[in-house]
């Protein structure tokens, strides 16, 4: 079955960096792309980025453009967010996702992503 495990997260000062990785088996990973969903207490789950099969296409929420970036690495199976010029409003639970389909354009929707990780805390101190 699917498997996402996610690490890297911790608990840093504004300013600061943070390099998480989300670890994929149990399905063809080249054939999906994935993206990040963070969850705050007492909010929504709420899009961070996502990435094509390839790594061609990157989307990011407007929140975290110009300082996060995702990548993969397919041979792998492996994805990333480089978070920098962290916020303490980036502090959430950040959840590794798999699409649901192959097919995949862009969508920011909770509902065409599937297959959740744990998630791993990130803090972000002011």
């Known amino acids: 079955q699917v498997q996402l495990v996610e690490s890297g997260g911790g608990l840093v000062q504004a300013g600061g960096s943070l390099r998480l990785s989300c670890a994929a088996s149990?399905?063809?990973?080249?054939?999906?792309?994935m993206g990040w969903f963070r969850q705050a207490p007492g909010k929504e789950r709420d899009f961070v980025a996502a990435?094509?099969?390839?790594?061609?296409?990157?989307y990011y929420a407007d929140s975290v453009k110009g300082r996060f970036t995702i990548s993969r690495d397919n041979a792998n199976d492996t994805v990333y967010l480089q978070m920098n010029s962290l916020k303490p409003e980036d502090t959430a639970l950040y959840y590794c996702?798999?699409?649901?389909?192959?097919?995949?354009?862009?969508?920011?929707?909770?509902?065409?992503?599937?297959?959740w990780g744990q998630g791993t805390q990130v803090t972000v101190s002011s």
């Open positions: 996702t798999k699409a649901e389909r192959t097919y995949y354009s862009g969508s920011r929707r909770r509902g065409d992503f599937g297959s």
């Open positions: 149990g399905y063809t990973f080249s054939s999906y792309a």
């Open positions: 990435i094509n099969w390839i790594g061609r296409n990157a």
